[in-house]
């Protein structure tokens, strides 16, 4: 299982469709679109192919807060339904986390939606807990 960063208009439109599952809200114009302007904000896209096509992705990026000093916060972290089960999203959160460490950064954070189970019970088993509630105010 190969991990590779996207780097390209090329590799961001083999993640497209592993994203979208996640984020059914995405066209490929509005994913083409944002990419760039989060790149900015140091996100990274990493992802796992099969048979030449993206089947599971993780985003991230560096973050620095007073409660947590620098940090890696995993915006996305996906694998296509079909593709589950292989250990695929394992292996991204495990290299996102040897990267932290590397780095000597303290933590690493993510968000995950409150019906994801599947995802709760990776997170949970890779040792992360449960530390807060985000809120949001839609406008």
Do not use: W
């Amino acid at each position: 299982m190969q991990i590779q960063i996207a780097q390209t208009k090329e590799d961001f439109l083999k993640c497209f469709d592993v994203m979208q599952a996640l984020r059914p809200h995405l066209t490929p114009e509005l994913f083409l679109e944002l990419l760039p302007k989060m790149k900015e904000e140091n996100y990274s896209l990493l992802f796992i192919e099969e048979n030449d096509k993206a089947v599971s992705a993780c985003g991230f990026r560096y973050l620095t807060t007073l409660f947590d000093g620098r940090y890696i916060y995993i915006d996305d972290l996906t694998t296509l339904p079909e593709a589950r089960g292989k250990g695929y999203a394992g292996a991204l959160f495990d290299y996102v986390v040897e990267k932290a460490k590397e780095e000597g950064l303290k933590a690493v954070h993510l968000d995950s939606g409150h019906q994801r189970y599947d995802a709760h019970r990776l997170y949970l088993n890779k040792g992360m807990k449960i530390v807060y509630h985000h809120f949001r105010l839609e406008l």
